[in-house]
């Protein structure tokens, strides 16, 4: 059975005139990692403050396993943990002191504490850093921390504000390994500007532009956006580019790099064979024909673009 973790419903987000979240609705079932992307400015962490109850929505609501977060802030924020843009961390503290303070502030009770200090460790690969100051740990190891302070309460819904922003790549790499691995537990929110990043660790992908949801389903679905009905085709004795497009089911033909033709063709009518056919009875020299994908920078691109001009 499914369980639903986290739900948005319509929610909204104004600054004096300026709205910068609008009408933003979805939910997420426990164990899914949803990848929150968009560029700077888009709305994201402003949505995660109103997610964890840090910030009010101006219209909308957020429940959090059916409990909504307005009308009972404390029983719903005991189900979130959450890694702000700045890490919440005190640097004159250990690890251990850190996480004891974290796990005390999420209401773990002084029975379960050490046990929870060291089952978040475990989990953020932290536990040989114990006694260690947090001021002297790397970048890497303090966003580490600052995961492991949002994981200290084992709650159902873990959000991440941009947390591998400043990292080196290895960092980058362990961190998100990491959420990847949260995810089999936990339901994960992670905001990020970086689209390889939701490919590599999300199931879900929702992409925000001014304040609005462009676009919102599986990776899968945001992959399948890449196949548009393109094929590149190699010829070494190309005819003119009309003689290609006179085949059933070409709409046009460009020339592209490296002496590569991209033909695009009419949904459904896939001219590949005929293509190959003319091909060879005419001698064009035919040495490479394969499907043309959009990268999905260019789908992301797209559809903020289109966002933009409505
Ligand atoms: P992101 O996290 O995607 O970079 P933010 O949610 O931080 O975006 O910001 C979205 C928009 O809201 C930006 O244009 C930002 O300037 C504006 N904004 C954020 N916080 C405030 C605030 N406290 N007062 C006024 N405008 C704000």
Same mark, same amino acid.
């Given at each position: 059975?499914?369980?639903?973790?986290?739900?948005?419903?319509?929610?909204?987000?104004?600054?004096?005139?300026?709205?910068?979240?609008?009408?933003?609705?979805?939910?997420?079932?426990?164990?899914?990692?949803?990848?929150?992307?968009?560029?700077?400015?888009? /709305? $994201?962490?402003?949505?995660?403050?109103?997610?964890?109850?840090?910030?009010?929505? #101006?219209?909308?609501?957020?429940?959090?396993? /059916?409990?909504?977060?307005?009308?009972?802030?404390?029983?719903? $924020?005991?189900?979130?943990?959450?890694?702000?843009?700045?890490?919440?961390?005190?640097?004159?503290?250990?690890?251990?002191?850190?996480?004891?303070?974290?796990?005390?502030?999420?209401?773990?009770?002084?029975?379960?504490?050490? $046990?929870?200090?060291?089952?978040?460790?475990?989990?953020?690969?932290?536990? =040989?850093?114990?006694?260690?100051?947090?001021?002297?740990?790397?970048?890497?190891?303090?966003?580490?921390? !600052?995961?492991?302070?949002?994981?200290?309460?084992?709650?159902? +819904?873990?959000?991440?504000?941009?947390? #591998?922003?400043?990292?080196?790549?290895?960092?980058?790499?362990?961190?998100?390994?990491?959420?990847?691995?949260? !995810?089999?537990?936990?339901? +994960?929110?992670?905001?990020?500007?970086?689209?390889?990043?939701?490919?590599?660790?999300?199931?879900? +992908?929702?992409?925000?532009?001014?304040?609005?949801?462009?676009?919102? !389903? /599986?990776?899968?679905?945001?992959?399948?956006?890449?196949?548009?009905?393109?094929?590149?085709?190699?010829?070494?004795?190309?005819?003119?580019?009309?003689?290609?497009? $006179?085949?059933?089911?070409?709409?046009?033909?460009?020339?592209?790099?490296?002496?590569?033709?991209?033909?695009?063709?009419?949904? /459904? =009518?896939?001219?590949?064979?005929?293509?190959?056919?003319?091909?060879?009875?005419?001698?064009?020299?035919?040495?490479?024909?394969?499907?043309?994908? #959009?990268?999905? =920078?260019?789908?992301?691109?797209?559809? #903020?673009?289109?966002?933009?001009?409505?």
């Amino acid at each position: 059975m499914t369980t639903v973790t986290i739900e948005a419903s319509e929610l909204t987000r104004t600054y004096g005139n300026n709205t910068v979240v609008r009408d933003v609705s979805f939910s997420l079932n426990k164990g899914e990692v949803l990848g929150f992307l968009g560029p700077n400015g888009a /709305g $994201k962490s402003t949505t995660m403050k109103m997610l964890t109850g840090n910030l009010a929505p #101006t219209a909308g609501s957020v429940n959090i396993c /059916g409990i909504d977060i307005i009308e009972n802030p404390k029983a719903a $924020k005991a189900l979130i943990g959450y890694l702000p843009e700045q890490p919440p961390l005190y640097k004159e503290l250990t690890v251990d002191e850190m996480l004891a303070l974290a796990g005390r502030l999420h209401g773990v009770t002084r029975k379960h504490l050490k $046990k929870a200090v060291d089952i978040a460790k475990q989990r953020t690969g932290l536990t =040989e850093m114990s006694g260690r100051l947090i001021d002297n740990l790397s970048k890497g190891y303090q966003q580490r921390v !600052g995961i492991a302070q949002a994981i200290i309460h084992n709650p159902m +819904v873990v959000i991440l504000d941009e947390p #591998t922003v400043g990292l080196d790549p290895s960092q980058i790499r362990d961190i998100r390994a990491l959420i990847k691995e949260l !995810g089999g537990e936990h339901s +994960v929110i992670l905001s990020t500007h970086i689209l390889p990043e939701v490919e590599m660790v999300c199931d879900h +992908v929702q992409i925000i532009h001014k304040g609005q949801l462009v676009f919102n !389903g /599986g990776i899968d679905v945001l992959k399948q956006q890449r196949q548009g009905n393109k094929l590149l085709l190699g010829l070494s004795n190309a005819p003119s580019l009309d003689e290609i497009e $006179k085949i059933s089911g070409v709409v046009s033909v460009t020339a592209v790099q490296d002496g590569l033709l991209r033909v695009q063709y009419a949904v /459904g =009518e896939n001219p590949a064979e005929r293509i190959v056919e003319t091909a060879v009875k005419k001698k064009w020299g035919l040495h490479q024909i394969t499907p043309d994908q #959009t990268s999905l =920078e260019e789908v992301f691109v797209q559809l #903020t673009y289109q966002e933009a001009t409505q």
